[in-house]
């Protein structure tokens, strides 16, 4: 779908993925003026197909939309495209179990100029990929590594918006993390450079001994997650305590090494829920409970999964249903 300043939202299309052209000069090759979007259509256990919460998505992109001076998407418009889309792939659905299709919608600056200033022209497009299950069987730990000198958002700054420009700072701090031997790389603060931010591409949860959960709250230079999201009501509707604090790394290596902290895990749309098992921190390594899946991260990846795969009731409406 195109948009320009005199027309709004026009032309929309379903095509054939294929390689579009684009004049070198468009603004969002110099100043990235783009933001995207992921979520999942799911095959249901009774054959239908549904998307996990694609007004959260909606209203998530058209705050990016403000927050990089680009105009809104009307969420309607948001939502059937995703429709359509899913609706026109739906042979293309993984055969195999555990699998989804993936949506990338993105929106970029498509007009030719060479100043700063945000453009008059934008083009919006959705991408359907399938994927096959993140897990198979039993989730993996992973180890991360925790970015000391590269910082992925300052206060004030694009980190709560899920734009391109936010990835490209965290580029290098994923590649190092890879060097360090680790799966991930998780941020800490930009200002103190102390309280715990989320992964590369994912939230955090930290779960203690009373059965207590605690992640970092919405501060605004973190992306608020939709799983993230989910999880906390997940947990509430369970009568766990989950808490939106600030945590802080030197905290996390107290608590793994005394034992108040039994178990971390990472969540996002992709994987949904992983185990964190390990931590390379300024300190050292530090391993959290077994090393393994602790039983709650467990307990929130298969209460969350249900809901998704229409297995269990979906008491929030979650799962938009395409028939
Ligand atoms: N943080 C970052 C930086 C991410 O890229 C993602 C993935 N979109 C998340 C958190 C998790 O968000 P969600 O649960 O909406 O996928």
């Given at each position: ?195 715990v ?9 930290f ?7 605690v ?31 600030l945590y802080g790394?030197?905290q ?72």
């Amino acid at each position: 779908i195109r948009y320009s300043e005199d027309k709004g939202w026009h032309d929309a299309a379903i095509t054939a993925r294929a390689p579009i052209t684009v004049d070198p000069s468009i603004a969002v090759l110099h100043y990235a003026q783009e933001i995207f979007e992921g979520l999942k259509a799911y095959r249901l256990d009774d054959g239908g197909t549904a998307l996990f919460r694609p007004d959260a998505n909606a209203r998530r992109f058209n705050n990016s939309a403000r927050r990089l001076a680009m105009p809104e998407l009307p969420e309607e418009l948001f939502l059937e495209s995703c429709r359509q889309l899913v609706t026109t792939e739906r042979d293309w659905f993984p055969q195999v179990d555990g699998g989804a299709l993936y949506l990338r919608p993105f929106m970029f600056a498509s007009e030719a100029f060479l100043g700063v200033k945000p453009s008059s022209e934008y083009l919006y497009m959705v991408i359907a990929s399938s994927v096959g299950s993140y897990w198979k069987g039993e989730a993996r730990a992973v180890s991360i590594w925790v970015s000391q000198d590269y910082t992925r958002a300052a206060p004030g700054g694009t980190g709560e918006a899920k734009c391109g420009g936010n990835y490209a700072a965290s580029l290098a701090a994923q590649q190092e993390a890879i060097r360090q031997g680790c799966d991930q790389v998780v941020f800490l603060d930009a200002v103190e450079r102390r309280w715990v931010e989320e992964l590369g591409g994912m939230n955090v949860f930290f779960v203690f001994d009373d059965g207590s959960m605690v992640t970092p709250p919405l501060t605004g230079t973190i992306l608020p997650g939709i799983t993230r999201d989910s999880i906390l009501r997940i947990a509430r509707d369970q009568g766990i305590e989950v808490r939106e604090e600030l945590y802080g790394i030197d905290q996390w290596r107290a608590d793994a090494g005394s034992g108040r902290l039994t178990e971390a895990f990472a969540c996002g749309t992709a994987a949904v829920v992983t185990p964190i098992g390990e931590v390379v921190g300024p300190d050292g390594r530090f391993t959290i409970g077994g090393g393994g899946t602790g039983q709650l991260t467990q307990r929130m990846l298969d209460a969350l999964s249900a809901i998704q795969r229409g297995r269990a009731p979906d008491p929030h409406g979650w799962l938009q249903r395409l028939g």
